[in-house]
């Protein structure tokens, strides 16, 4: 702009004192021209580099296969799209493509190994797993489902995730097991209490108090006893990403940091209820003999709220109850939302994990939408 005006001026002879009042005048205009652009563009994020999911997929395999994250023993793809997202991995074939090239490595395995009906870390590798988009509610699971997503990216799986929702009553999931185990996969039920799908609130049937004093144990007696006589290996978690307040089984809805209404008075009611009404689940599946059900517990990788009575320690039942940790990492599931890479949000989650326990980790739900 300057080397445009100042040679215009020139082009008209003038005395030096226009000349001067004139070139000072434009000066000021171009300054104040300047600074309002430059407020403008204080609106675009500082980081204007473009990113891609499949770049997103390939940096995430190629942590995956690292040294750096040694506890990792199992990951799992949620494939499926949901609030306008694009999370299934075929949304692009870029994405497709990064994903069959990562999943190709020997270090990916889909056979599981077991000691005593109990899921155990593999000798060497990775168990390979996935949600493979049975439905919007996580609980309309079919084989084709299966055979779909395995073909897709050319490798077997070691377990298919699916819901098993409350809603109004609380039963086994005997059909969708029973789809999964013919298909000769290990069935994985995320046990969700919640007698609606809306999110974010507290649920008004099911409570963690509730479950502690045993308003629901005719039913989970049940559920255990349906748990036994299907007999072989089970894979559960009860309150999936406990510590994100999307669910209702969150702290924030069950005392939040509360001191005195419930248990030790140096715990925070909301995350202790929790812990014991999971302990209450465990117990109620021992004192019916069930010995074929492998534990998870599954948090998410970022709290919400971000508060200290809210951090995924506080919400754990103990390794005299669980067989696994797990946690959710996700990329962007809208395109306007802060990028981060796959390694950078699993540094964020992964000492955390390590501290609270020495228990095999799972990636139970990884992805992003396209950008």
């Known amino acids: 702009m300057w080397v445009f005006l100042i040679p215009c001026l020139s082009a008209r002879p003038r005395n030096n004192f226009?000349?001067?009042?004139?070139?000072?005048?434009?000066?000021?205009?171009?300054?104040?021209?300047?600074?309002?652009?430059?407020?403008?563009?204080?609106?675009?994020?500082?980081?204007?580099?473009?990113?891609?999911?499949?770049?997103?997929?390939?940096?995430?395999?190629?942590?995956?296969?690292?040294?750096?994250?040694?506890?990792?023993?199992?990951?799992?793809?949620?494939?499926?799209?949901?609030?306008?997202?694009?999370?299934?991995?075929?949304?692009?074939?870029?994405?497709?493509?990064?994903?069959?090239?990562g999943i190709n490595s020997s270090i990916f395995i889909s056979t599981p190994q077991f000691s005593n009906n109990k899921l155990v870390k593999p000798s060497s590798g990775i168990y390979h797993s996935v949600f493979p988009d049975f439905g919007g509610t996580e609980d309309q699971v079919t084989a084709q489902k299966i055979t779909e997503f395995e073909q897709l990216v050319g490798k077997a799986i070691?377990?298919?995730y699916f819901s098993n929702n409350w809603y109004q009553q609380i039963s086994f999931p005997t059909n969708e097991v029973n789809v999964i185990h013919n298909a000769g996969k290990v069935p994985f039920i995320r046990l969700m209490p919640r007698s609606t799908f809306d999110e974010g609130g507290p649920d008004s049937l099911y409570t963690m108090q509730k479950i502690i004093d045993g308003d629901f144990d005719l039913e989970l007696n049940q559920w255990a006893l349906d748990a036994k006589q299907y007999s072989?290996?089970?894979?559960?978690?009860?309150g999936t990403e406990v510590n994100g307040n999307w669910?209702?089984?969150?702290?924030?809805?069950?005392?939040?940091?509360?001191?005195?209404?419930?248990?030790?008075?140096?715990?925070?009611?909301?995350?202790?209820?929790?812990?014991?009404?999971?302990?209450?689940?465990?117990?109620?599946?021992?004192?019916?003999?069930?010995?074929?059900?492998?534990?998870?517990?599954?948090?998410?990788?970022?709290?919400?709220?971000?508060?200290?009575?809210?951090?995924?320690?506080?919400?754990?039942?103990?390794?005299?109850?669980?067989?696994?940790?797990?946690?959710?990492?996700?990329?962007?599931?809208?395109?306007?939302?802060?990028?981060?890479?796959?390694?950078?949000?699993?540094?964020?989650?992964?000492?955390?994990?390590?501290?609270?326990?020495?228990?095999?980790?799972?990636?139970?739900?990884?992805?992003?939408?396209?950008l």
């Open 18 to 101: 226009t000349m001067d009042l004139r070139l000072k005048v434009l000066v000021v205009s171009v300054l104040l021209l300047n600074l309002s652009f430059s407020s403008c563009k204080k609106d675009e994020p500082e980081d204007s580099e473009k990113h891609t999911k499949s770049e997103w997929v390939e940096h995430a395999f190629i942590a995956l296969k690292s040294d750096s994250y040694p506890r990792i023993k199992a990951i799992a793809w949620w494939h499926e799209d949901f609030d306008q997202s694009e999370l299934k991995i075929n949304s692009s074939q870029e994405s497709l493509n990064a994903y069959k090239t």
């Open 158 to 160: 070691t377990w298919a």
């Open 232 to 238: 072989l290996p089970l894979l559960v978690e009860f």
């Open 247 to 370: 669910f209702p089984w969150n702290g924030e809805y069950n005392g939040a940091g509360e001191l005195e209404n419930y248990g030790s008075s140096s715990l925070s009611d909301g995350p202790e209820r929790f812990r014991d009404a999971y302990r209450h689940i465990i117990d109620i599946c021992r004192n019916n003999s069930v010995t074929n059900i492998t534990w998870f517990f599954h948090v998410d990788a970022y709290s919400e709220p971000n508060t200290a009575w809210n951090t995924i320690e506080n919400y754990y039942p103990g390794d005299a109850y669980i067989d696994w940790l797990g946690v959710s990492v996700y990329g962007p599931q809208e395109k306007m939302e802060e990028y981060q890479k796959f390694s950078d949000i699993l540094n964020d989650v992964y000492p955390n994990l390590v501290a609270l326990s020495d228990k095999p980790i799972a990636i139970l739900e990884f992805a992003i939408t396209e």
